[in-house]
Nanobody
Framework: QVQFVESGGDLVQPGGSLRLSCAASGRISGLYAMGWYRQALGKQRELVAGITPIGTIRYTDSVKGRFAISRDNAKNTVYLQMNSLKPEDTAVYYC?????????WGRGTQVTVSS
């Protein structure tokens, strides 16, 4: 059984930064491609960033140049550094495998970008 626990969300002003963390229980280190997803109110959940076990990375176009995904396999943790945040980044952020396993969605962490 794998469990993901997201943390680091907060209320920030436009242009601010946040660093999200995803702690995984169970064996994910080095075995799985991982992703950060987000779901804004009234919208479908979308993949924001993904990272393979060997470090190949991809981003959705709207966050390119502002967000950075990374992973520490030894700590079973995946991070999302978010800079230059915009109001449209407001959402609940989740981590999961990429592609996601629907059994393992966590509670997510709320990111609100507002002045």
């Amino acid at each position: 059984q794998v469990q993901f626990v997201e943390s680091g969300g907060d209320l920030v002003q436009p242009g601010g930064s946040l660093r999200l963390s995803c702690a995984a229980s169970g064996r994910i280190s080095g075995l799985y491609a991982m992703g950060w997803y987000r779901q804004a109110l009234g919208k479908q959940r979308e993949l924001v960033a993904g990272i393979t076990p060997i470090g190949t990375i991809r981003y959705t176009d709207s966050v390119k140049g502002r967000f950075a995904i990374s992973r520490d396999n030894a700590k079973n943790t995946v991070y999302l550094q978010m800079n230059s945040l915009k109001p449209e980044d407001t959402a609940v952020y989740y981590c999961n495998g990429a592609p996601p396993d629907t059994r393992f969605w966590g509670r997510g962490t709320q990111v609100t970008v507002s002045s």
